[in-house]
């Protein structure tokens, strides 16, 4: 299977919306996810997908992080690979690409989150070079 991978398009929706329900747990909408693409803010944001056999069978969505008390960084929003088209290199192929863009716009690394349970994402994000630093608990308040 030869994967390619390129910059995402906005009739790139549906495919994505569908992986962030079923592979990530994420219930959005495909609506959601067209408005999400359609202001993409290029300037500080990527969005990559993987395709194989004409379809998205993965994307990642990279944005620059910046703090005041580090370096410039790439926060990883959100990676995820359709489960029947795993460890044929998607994923590892999306985050070469989310690198590349993290270098290109001046960053000095990538960084990223991954829930306690998704042990099979932590080891692939170890087997791509990632290390965990610390453990954190997450907050939210919705509005």
């Known amino acids: 299977m030869q ?3 390129r910059n995402a398009v906005i009739d790139d929706y549906k495919a994505i919306a569908a992986i962030s329900r079923e592979d990530l747990g994420y219930d959005c909408s495909d609506e ?6 359609e202001k993409l803010d290029t300037s500080r944001e990527a969005v990559f997908a993987a395709v194989c056999d004409n379809c998205v069978i993965g994307y990642v969505h990279a944005e620059k992080y910046d703090t005041l008390y580090f370096e410039t960084l790439v926060n990883i929003l959100g990676l995820a690979v359709k489960f029947d088209s795993r460890r044929i290199g998607a994923g590892r192929r999306l985050m070469e ?31 791509v070079g990632y290390n965990s630093e610390k453990q954190q608990m997450r907050f939210m308040k919705k509005f």
Do not use: M, P
């Open 97 to 127: 690409a989310a690198e590349c863009w993290a270098k290109e716009n001046g960053a000095a690394g990538v960084r990223l989150n991954s829930g306690i349970t998704r042990t099979g994402a932590h080891d692939f994000y170890r087997s």
């Open 32 to 37: 959601l996810v067209k408005q999400k693409l």
């Open 3 to 5: 994967v390619i991978i």
